[in-house]
């Protein structure tokens, strides 16, 4: 599965921003998407994942209730709409992908086989 995220950019505190991520693959819809991002001087962490194609999504605490992740499976693109940004959520976003990822094991990058090129979020206060 090759992967391409895109989307990113500068908003402001408050604002919104939706990333894309792009896949091919015809495994597409059985595939476990997961977008993670890195801040400077940070580990990776789990943003948001959707499950086997849709069936089920995970939100990090830190961003329930302002991201939605969604997709579509005839698009091979899953997307994560952010809303009500902070300076906190400034990042490199990157869109992950797992064909056997167990649920226990969601928020695990390693986890994750395949990887795309990541996308810079500014978020300004």
């Known amino acids: 599965v090759q992967l391409q995220a895109s989307g990113g950019g500068s908003v402001q505190a408050g604002n919104s921003l939706k990333l894309s991520c792009a896949a091919a693959?015809?495994?597409?819809?059985?595939?476990?998407i997961g977008w993670f991002r890195q801040a400077p001087g940070k580990e990776r962490e789990i943003v948001a994942v959707?499950?086997?194609?849709?069936?089920?999504?995970y939100y990090a605490d830190s961003v329930k209730g302002r991201f939605t992740i969604s997709g579509d499976n005839a698009k091979n693109t899953v997307y994560l709409q952010m809303n009500s940004m902070r300076p906190e959520d400034a990042a490199v976003y990157y869109c992950?992908?797992?064909?056997?990822?167990?649920?226990?094991?969601?928020?695990?990058?390693?986890?994750?086989?395949?990887w795309g090129q990541g996308t810079q979020v500014t978020v300004s206060s």
């Open positions: 992950a992908a797992s064909s056997s990822i167990i649920l226990s094991n969601l928020r695990n990058s390693r986890a994750y086989a395949y």
């Open positions: 693959g015809s495994t597409f819809s059985r595939q476990t």
């Open positions: 959707r499950w086997r194609g849709g069936s089920n999504t």
